[in-house]
Protein backbone atom coordinates (compact mmCIF):
# COMPACT_ATOMS: atom_id res chain seq x y z
CA UNK A 1 0.00 0.00 0.00
CA UNK A 2 1.58 3.32 -1.07
CA UNK A 3 1.14 5.87 1.44
CA UNK A 4 1.66 9.71 0.35
CA UNK A 5 2.66 12.59 2.88
CA UNK A 6 2.35 15.88 1.58
CA UNK A 7 4.17 18.93 2.91
CA UNK A 8 5.32 22.72 2.09
CA UNK A 9 1.78 24.26 2.34
CA UNK A 10 1.12 27.50 4.33
CA UNK A 11 0.26 30.94 3.58
CA UNK A 12 1.67 33.67 0.96
CA UNK A 13 1.35 37.02 -0.61
CA UNK A 14 -0.21 36.96 -4.18
CA UNK A 15 2.85 36.95 -6.44
CA UNK A 16 4.82 34.90 -3.79
CA UNK A 17 5.88 31.28 -4.59
CA UNK A 18 5.62 28.06 -2.35
CA UNK A 19 6.75 24.58 -2.59
CA UNK A 20 5.19 21.57 -2.11
CA UNK A 21 6.84 18.18 -1.50
CA UNK A 22 5.05 14.82 -1.38
CA UNK A 23 7.04 11.87 -0.16
CA UNK A 24 5.82 8.27 -1.25
CA UNK A 25 6.42 5.19 0.79
CA UNK A 26 5.52 1.64 0.49
CA UNK A 27 5.36 -0.43 -2.70
CA UNK A 28 7.18 2.31 -4.51
CA UNK A 29 8.48 0.33 -6.85
CA UNK A 30 5.13 0.05 -8.78
CA UNK A 31 5.08 3.76 -9.10
CA UNK A 32 4.19 4.89 -12.90
CA UNK A 33 3.04 8.88 -12.06
CA UNK A 34 2.01 11.23 -9.17
CA UNK A 35 -0.05 13.93 -9.46
CA UNK A 36 -1.16 17.09 -7.90
CA UNK A 37 -4.10 17.85 -7.62
CA UNK A 38 -6.60 20.56 -5.79
CA UNK A 39 -9.55 21.41 -4.22
CA UNK A 40 -11.05 24.80 -3.17
CA UNK A 41 -14.37 25.19 -0.69
CA UNK A 42 -17.53 24.22 -2.46
CA UNK A 43 -15.67 23.47 -5.84
CA UNK A 44 -15.05 20.13 -7.07
CA UNK A 45 -10.99 18.50 -6.83
CA UNK A 46 -8.84 19.92 -9.77
CA UNK A 47 -6.27 18.70 -11.56
CA UNK A 48 -2.86 20.43 -11.38
CA UNK A 49 0.25 18.84 -12.76
CA UNK A 50 1.07 15.40 -12.99
CA UNK A 51 4.78 13.78 -14.10
CA UNK A 52 5.88 10.03 -14.86
CA UNK A 53 8.18 8.75 -12.84
CA UNK A 54 9.75 6.91 -15.83
CA UNK A 55 11.14 9.47 -18.27
CA UNK A 56 10.08 12.37 -16.65
CA UNK A 57 7.13 12.86 -18.76
CA UNK A 58 4.77 15.79 -17.51
CA UNK A 59 1.21 17.64 -17.76
CA UNK A 60 -0.22 20.88 -16.81
CA UNK A 61 -3.59 22.28 -16.17
CA UNK A 62 -4.01 25.32 -18.46
CA UNK A 63 -4.63 27.47 -15.54
CA UNK A 64 -1.25 27.29 -13.99
CA UNK A 65 1.33 26.38 -17.34
CA UNK A 66 3.91 28.56 -16.78
CA UNK A 67 3.54 29.59 -12.98
CA UNK A 68 4.18 25.99 -11.67
CA UNK A 69 6.61 23.27 -12.10
CA UNK A 70 6.58 19.53 -11.04
CA UNK A 71 9.70 17.34 -10.78
CA UNK A 72 10.43 13.89 -9.45
CA UNK A 73 13.61 12.86 -7.12
CA UNK A 74 13.63 8.87 -7.95
CA UNK A 75 16.35 7.89 -5.45
CA UNK A 76 13.93 9.94 -2.74
CA UNK A 77 10.35 9.01 -4.37
CA UNK A 78 9.34 12.28 -3.84
CA UNK A 79 7.68 15.05 -5.78
CA UNK A 80 7.51 18.40 -5.53
CA UNK A 81 5.48 21.54 -7.14
CA UNK A 82 7.24 24.38 -7.29
CA UNK A 83 4.65 27.28 -7.43
CA UNK A 84 5.80 30.80 -8.27
CA UNK A 85 3.27 33.72 -9.03
CA UNK A 86 1.07 32.54 -6.99
CA UNK A 87 -2.80 34.23 -7.15
CA UNK A 88 -5.80 34.43 -4.82
CA UNK A 89 -7.38 31.60 -6.88
CA UNK A 90 -4.59 29.10 -5.86
CA UNK A 91 -5.96 29.13 -2.70
CA UNK A 92 -7.07 25.41 -2.14
CA UNK A 93 -5.77 22.39 -0.33
CA UNK A 94 -3.22 20.60 -2.39
CA UNK A 95 -3.86 16.66 -2.55
CA UNK A 96 -0.55 14.37 -4.28
CA UNK A 97 -1.48 11.15 -5.77
CA UNK A 98 -0.02 8.32 -6.78
CA UNK A 99 -0.92 6.57 -10.35
CA UNK A 100 -0.78 2.75 -11.96
CA UNK A 101 -1.97 3.97 -14.86
CA UNK A 102 0.56 3.89 -17.82
CA UNK A 103 0.68 8.06 -19.25
CA UNK A 104 0.20 11.08 -17.26
CA UNK A 105 -3.80 10.85 -16.20
CA UNK A 106 -4.73 14.19 -15.38
CA UNK A 107 -8.69 12.80 -13.74
CA UNK A 108 -8.92 12.15 -10.48
CA UNK A 109 -10.37 8.44 -12.04
CA UNK A 110 -6.58 7.82 -13.36
CA UNK A 111 -5.27 8.01 -9.49
CA UNK A 112 -5.40 5.06 -6.89
CA UNK A 113 -3.86 6.73 -3.52
CA UNK A 114 -3.96 10.01 -2.26
CA UNK A 115 -1.75 11.94 0.14
CA UNK A 116 -4.18 13.74 3.17
CA UNK A 117 -3.38 17.62 1.63
CA UNK A 118 -2.00 20.58 2.60
CA UNK A 119 -3.49 23.97 2.99
CA UNK A 120 -1.87 26.77 0.17
CA UNK A 121 -3.54 30.38 0.77
CA UNK A 122 -2.99 33.25 -0.78
CA UNK A 123 -3.93 36.49 0.23
CA UNK A 124 -4.42 39.83 -2.07
Known amino acids: QVQLVESGGGLVQAGGSLRLSCVAS????????MGWFRQAPGKEREFVAA????????AYADSVKGRFTISRDNAKNTVCLQMDSLKPEDTAVYYC?????????????????WGQGTQVTVSS
Open 26 to 33: GGTFNLYA
Open 51 to 58: IKWSGGST
Open 97 to 113: AWSRTIGVPTTTRGYDQ
